[in-house]
């Protein structure tokens, strides 16, 4: 791979000229993107309804589950330090066109009609891989394309643009499928991966130089930098810690989704389609306020208790009897609103205090505390919902997460100044922020 002329942060006296006209570049490739987004999340609803009509277990779709994270742990901070050595623009383009090539490998295979559960496993393990490499590139990415007062509006953009996702890909996903063979609805991903991939060839993303650190040293040096970092950031570690736990004991809640709506509210895919649509239309409302209101100071606070109502409206979800499905789609649509509303802010905090040329290493191993947790919280969630059910998971899942957000905020003074200038390894990326 080549690698971009590298850009270093600029003085603040020169951030005007730095912006001038980059939204046009911005907004090509985050549209790109967002069409890449929109056929993968298609896709992930279409292959998750198969294998639940397939197997029908919570087992299935615990694998499945764990197929889709684990390969985040695993190539992680590989990803990262690539994403911080290399070309990041190059980093998005690679992954995605294997991601692409996986898909046409699995529309052949449902083509032939002879598709077993362990190839789609396996193909979604290729996918999550090419994640683990894309996403860190694409995050990095964002403080080069848009300027520092934009970095939150721009979180708020991307948690809209989730809900969208999550309002499309069900009713889409069902559509696809009363309309089209299953590759046929496949095949949808791999026409919006080029969609995606196509700006990438016509705008580059200026990238800072490596660290003095780590010129010329190997990936493995590279690795060990972006480690020391967040391990000596007493706020980032806690933050990275906190979300950890949230994963595990949330997470599963949404890999047994369609089974929750098929057992105890005995709907099909049009009242799975209603939950997550309704989740998307709260994930966007929650997105739009973040990104209009542009939020600067104690995003923390917005961040901790946003997750706490999130994960507590999980398990009233649950706790809605069998005949009230209207009700679980309200609490699923007000915890897709308040996980919008933390999670935006949590991109836009760590965007701002992780110095930009450790970034790919730093959101990597972020991904790397959701690829070890999650899986973990989904090996023990599939044999517990065959003993207490799927509700119990929900409700159990939903109660902990919650206390664990309030706990991590009340308990840990790292965590709540995490955006203080004061705190050890706090790196203000410009003054404009700061004067906003």
């Given amino acids: 791979m080549t690698t971009e002329s590298s850009l270093p942060t600029p003085p603040a006296a020169h951030l005007d000229a730095q912006w001038v006209n980059w939204k046009p570049r911005f907004f090509t490739i985050w549209a790109g993107q967002a069409l890449s987004m929109i056929g993968s999340a298609l896709t992930q609803f279409v292959l998750v309804w198969w294998i ?18 684990l390969p985040t742990a695993i190539f992680g901070p590989l990803g990262g330090a690539l994403a911080d050595r290399w070309s990041r623009r190059m980093v998005m383009i690679v992954a995605d066109a294997i991601t692409a090539l ?25 996918r999550a891989t090419m994640q683990a490499f894309q996403g860190p590139a694409a995050l990095a990415s964002t403080p080069n394309l848009a300027p520092p007062d934009w970095l939150t509006r721009v979180a708020g953009m991307n948690q809209a643009m989730q809900g969208v996702l999550t309002i499309a890909a069900a009713p889409l996903g069902a559509l696809a499928l ?44 590279d690795i060990r930098e972006g480690a020391r970092y967040v391990l000596h ?14 994963v595990l004991t949330v997470l599963p809640t949404f890999s047994l989704t369609p089974l929750l709506v098929t057992q105890h509210f005995g ?3 049009n009242a799975v389609a209603l939950m997550e649509g309704f989740a998307g239309l709260g994930v966007i409302a929650g997105g739009v306020i973040i990104s209009v209101r542009a939020w600067h100071e104690r995003r923390i606070w917005l961040v901790m208790f946003s997750f706490a109502a999130s994960c507590a ?11 009230w499905l209207w009700l679980a789609v309200i609490w699923w649509t007000i915890s897709g609103f308040t ?16 110095p930009n040329e450790l970034q790919g290493r730093a959101f990597s191993l972020l991904n790397v505390v959701f690829g070890l947790a999650g899986p973990l ?22 109660t902990l997460s919650a206390l664990i957000c309030v706990a991590g905020y009340v308990f840990s003074a790292s965590l709540r100044h995490i955006e203080d200038p004061r705190t050890p390894g706090y790196k203000m990326r410009t003054d404009l922020t700061a004067q906003k």
């Fill in 313 to 323: 409206t999980v398990a009233l979800t649950a706790l809605a009897p069998a005949n």
């Fill in 377 to 398: 919280g989904l090996v023990i969630a599939g044999p517990l919902a065959e003993v207490v059910g799927v509700r119990g998971v929900f409700i159990l899942g939903g």
């Fill in 178 to 221: 009363a309309f089209l063979p299953l590759q046929g609805a496949l095949m949808i991903d791999v026409v919006t991966a080029v969609l995606g991939i196509t700006p990438l060839f016509f705008f580059r993303i200026p990238q800072p130089p490596p660290t003095a650190a780590t010129t010329g040293a190997s990936v493995l040096v």
């Fill in 267 to 269: 709907g099909g895919v």
């Fill in 52 to 69: 639940t009509q397939t197997t029908g277990s919570p087992s299935a779709l615990a694998v499945a589950g764990i197929v889709a994270l």
């Fill in 339 to 354: 996980f919008s509303t933390g999670n935006a802010p949590m991109m836009a905090i760590l965007q701002t205090i992780i």
């Fill in 233 to 246: 950031h007493r706020g980032l570690l806690a933050l990275y810690g906190v979300t950890g736990l949230v």
């Fill in 102 to 126: 996986s898909m046409v490998i699995l529309v052949l295979l449902f083509a032939a009609g002879n598709v077993q559960l362990w190839q789609v496993y396996t193909l979604m393990f290729v």
